[in-house]
């Protein structure tokens, strides 16, 4: 593919602002951005923790840690 985008995003979980390098490209950012398509269909490339972190800023390991003690209880 060859495409990067530097991403910045605050966590909706924490507040705390992310900056992740991702391998998406730049006119499938400005397709989703437009709201004409869903980040499935705009960025079928990009894996899940991706598509999440640019949704909601929230990174895998923050996912990780704010749900694993609901893991724990069930």
């Known amino acids: 593919m060859g495409f990067k985008m530097i991403i910045k995003r605050k966590s909706i979980l924490s507040g705390i602002e992310y900056t992740r390098d991702i391998p998406v490209n730049p ?25 999440e972190f640019i949704l909601t800023g929230i990174t895998s390991e923050e996912w990780e840690g704010a749900f694993k003690e609901m893991e724990d209880i069930l």
């Open 27 to 51: 006119e499938d950012m400005l397709v989703w951005e437009t709201g004409s398509v869903n980040i499935q269909d705009a960025m079928p490339y990009l894996n899940d923790n991706d598509r």
